[in-house]
C-alpha cells in the first residue's frame, strides 16, 4: 500500500453539545452529508446511542436512509449498530434494504456498544456485550453475504430456518464493519469472518492513540487462523482534524467546543479523567494533538499528521474525520471544504498530472522560444 492512495470520509457519531433543537440538528446532519458528497467524500458514517444527551441519533438506519435521497455518491455507513441490542435478523434485513434503496452505496458498520446507560436500559450487563457481539455478528454475515439457511439457539436470541429473501446489490456481497476501540477483540472477529475494521485512533481525550499497528495483527493472526485475509485497504481510521488558513486560527476556532467535548462531556457527563499529567486545562488541546489525538492546524500540518498516522499504523485505507462541534458551523465546513481541496489530493493523486505537467516543461523549457513582450 502506498500513503498516495487514501480515501476520505467522515464518522458522526454523533458528538452534539446539549441545547440546540434536536428536529434542526437532524436536519443539519442531513446538510452535513450533501456537504461530504459535493466534495467529493468518500464516506459517511453515522452511529447509534440512546443515551448521555450528547448522542442524540438511536435510528442510524432512517437516518442512511433520508441521507441517500440526498446525496448521489458517496457511501453510507452504520457507525456502528449496536449488535447486543438488537435481532441479528432484523440487523441483517434492515441491512440489505438500505443496500437496496442506495444502490449498492452502503456498508454494514457494527459494535458491541460502549455506553453503560445505553446497555441498562436494555437489561444488558456491559461484561455481557462483547460475547453477545460476536454472537450476533457471526449469524449477520451468515444472513447477508452467505447462502445457507440458518438455525442457532443462544442465550438470547434464535434463528429457525432463517434465510433473507433479497441478496446484496453487489455479487460481491455488501461490505460489513466491525468497530474496535482498545481490546483485541473486534479486531480478531474481523479477521475470523474475513471483515472489515473501522478503529478509533483517540477513544478519549487526554490519552495517547490506541498502538494501532498492534492492533492490526490481532486482525492478521485471527485471521490466518481461521484460513481467512484481511485487507489494509479495508481499514478505516477515525480521528478528529480541523484545518484552517493558519495554525494559530485553527487552535482559535476550536480550542472552545475541544474543551467543552473533553471536559463538558467525557469529564463532567461520563466521569473520566481527560487530563494529561503536567499539563493545565488551557494547554489541553495542544497536548492532545501533541499526543496524536487529533489533527490541528494548516494544510500542511494536517498533511504532515496523516502521513505519520499512516507510517505509524503501518498503512489504512480511509481517514474518516471524527465529526465534532469544536468550531461554529460555517468554520467547520470551510475545514471540510479546505481538506477536501487542499489535504486530500496529497493522498488521492488527483493533481499528480497537473504537478507532473508543470515539471515536464520546467525540464523542457529548452525546446521553447522565450517570447518577450
Known amino acids: 500500500m502506498s500513503a498516495d492512495r487514501i480515501k476520505f470520509g467522515a464518522f458522526l457519531s454523533p458528538m452534539h453539545p446539549l ?11 442531513l446538510e452535513f452529508a450533501e456537504l461530504l458528497d459535493r466534495l467529493g467524500y468518500d464516506e459517511f458514517w453515522i452511529g447509534e446511542h440512546h443515551s448521555m444527551g450528547w448522542n442524540t441519533i438511536g435510528a442510524p438506519e ?28 432484523m440487523v441483517a434485513s434492515r441491512a440489505v434494504h438500505l443496500d437496496h434503496l442506495t444502490r449498492g452505496r452502503f456498508v454494514l458498520g457494527v459494535g458491541a456498544g460502549g455506553i453503560p446507560t445505553d446497555a ?57 464493519v466491525a468497530a474496535s476501540v482498545a481490546s483485541p477483540n473486534s479486531m480478531r472477529l474481523a479477521g475470523k469472518f474475513g471483515i472489515s475494521t473501522v478503529s478509533f485512533g483517540a477513544p478519549r481525550p487526554g490519552h495517547p492513540r490506541v498502538d494501532m499497528r498492534t492492533q492490526w495483527t490481532y486482525a492478521e493472526e485471527s485471521a490466518a487462523e481461521h484460513g481467512n485475509t484481511v485487507d489494509r485497504a479495508n481499514w478505516r481510521i477515525t480521528l478528529p482534524v480541523y484545518v484552517a488558513e493558519t495554525r494559530e ?35 489541553a488541546l495542544e497536548a492532545t494533538v501533541d499526543l496524536g489525538g487529533a489533527l490541528v492546524g494548516t494544510v500542511d500540518d494536517v498533511v504532515a499528521g496523516i502521513r505519520k498516522l499512516y507510517e505509524e499504523t503501518g ?4 481517514l474518516l474525520v471524527y465529526a465534532q462541534d469544536w468550531a461554529s458551523w460555517e468554520k467547520t465546513k470551510r475545514s471540510y471544504d479546505l481538506l477536501a481541496r487542499y489535504v486530500a489530493p496529497h493522498f488521492t493523486g488527483s493533481t499528480a498530472k497537473l504537478h507532473e505537467s508543470v515539471r515536464w516543461y520546467q525540464d523542457n523549457r529548452d525546446l521553447f522560444p522565450q517570447l518577450i513582450p
Open 249 to 283: 486560527e485553527a487552535f482559535a476556532d476550536v480550542r472552545e467546543g475541544y474543551d467543552r467535548w473533553a471536559y463538558g462531556y467525557w469529564n463532567e457527563i461520563r466521569g473520566l479523567d481527560v487530563s494529561t499529567p503536567g499539563v493545565p486545562r488551557s494547554q
Open 19 to 29: 441545547g440546540e433543537d434536536p428536529t434542526l440538528q437532524f436536519q443539519r446532519d
Open 315 to 318: 498503512g489504512f485505507g480511509t
Open 62 to 89: 432512517l437516518l442512511v436512509a433520508a441521507a441517500a435521497e440526498r446525496t448521489r455518491r458517496i457511501t453510507l455507513a452504520t457507525g456502528v449498530s449496536t449488535l447486543p441490542y438488537h435481532h441479528p435478523f
Open 120 to 176: 441498562r436500559m436494555l437489561g444488558l450487563e456491559m461484561s455481557e456485550l462483547r460475547g453477545h457481539f460476536g454472537e450476533a455478528l457471526e449469524a449477520v454475515v451468515e444472513l447477508v453475504n452467505g447462502s445457507e439457511r440458518i438455525t442457532r439457539k443462544t442465550p438470547w436470541f434464535t434463528l429457525q430456518d432463517a434465510k433473507l429473501q433479497l441478496a446484496p446489490v453487489k455479487p460481491e456481497g455488501l461490505e460489513i
